[in-house]
């Protein structure tokens, strides 16, 4: 069974532009989350996604948004980037479980740098 | 709030010994707990998720246990190899959502 796939994996960007990530989840997963790591925060959530509806949003500004379409696939767009924004762009696929089993699966990240 | 936290927040250690990597989490009302291991510039790999009903769980050298009354996790690592050398991080929910909070992770070099 094929794993997470993120594109693009890497990207440059320059500060005032805008940029969209993709994430394909693992098959039959309807779950998709976002999650930012720098070196100075660490992991934090951005958003989830389950049947297209976002369930869950992190402490992040507007300028970052995301979309699931019907085949799950979800995209995360940032707006008007900023220096900070760089770093490396994690997603998460997850088949829901209200038992406790669902275990999050992540894909191999999209590096965005800003200059 | 949940606040997760990893102890220690390095360690190199030589090859062969037993390890045991901590996780602190402030609110117990989980309902599992996730390590993972992340090799430099990659994704994270799911190496353990233990249910809030579970006290542990194995996946050959490697044993998680879980204590949600005292918020803590341990990971067990035994006869450490080299290919053990990454950051260690656990992930728990807050309480009755998806948003996982990540501890800042352990970061582990075995030495040949």
């Known amino acids: 069974k094929a794993g997470v796939t993120q594109t693009p994996r890497y990207l440059i960007k320059t500060r005032g532009q805008q940029v969209t990530l993709s994430c394909s989840p693992i098959s039959g997963h309807r779950s998709v989350s976002w999650y930012q790591q720098t070196p100075g925060q660490g992991l934090q959530f951005l958003f989830e996604y389950f049947s297209e509806t976002q369930r869950n949003k992190g402490n992040f500004p507007g300028r970052f948004s995301g979309r699931q379409f019907s085949n799950s696939r979800s995209e995360m767009n940032v707006s008007t980037l900023e220096l900070g924004d760089s770093a490396l762009y994690l997603c998460?696929?997850?088949?829901?479980?209200?038992?406790?089993?669902?275990?999050?699966?992540f894909g191999p990240g999209t590096r965005l740098t800003v200059l | 709030k949940q606040e997760v936290t990893q102890i220690p927040a390095a360690l190199s250690v030589p090859e062969g010994e037993n390890l045991v990597l901590n996780c602190s989490f402030t609110?117990?009302?989980?309902?599992?707990l996730q390590w993972f291991r992340q090799d430099p510039g990659k994704g994270l790999t799911s190496l353990l998720l233990?249910?809030?009903?579970?006290r542990e769980q194995t996946s050959g050298r490697l044993n998680a246990s879980l204590d949600k009354s005292s918020g803590r996790s341990t990971l067990y690592i035994a006869a450490s190899q080299p290919g053990d050398s990454a950051t260690y991080l656990c992930?728990?929910?807050?309480?009755?959502?998806?948003?996982?909070?990540f501890g800042t992770g352990t970061r582990l070099k075995v030495l040949a």
């Open positions: 609110d117990s009302a989980i309902y599992n």
């Open positions: 233990i249910q809030s009903s579970q």
């Open positions: 992930a728990v929910p807050t309480s009755g959502t998806y948003k996982y909070i």
């Open positions: 998460a696929s997850m088949l829901p479980d209200w038992g406790g089993k669902n275990e999050q699966f």
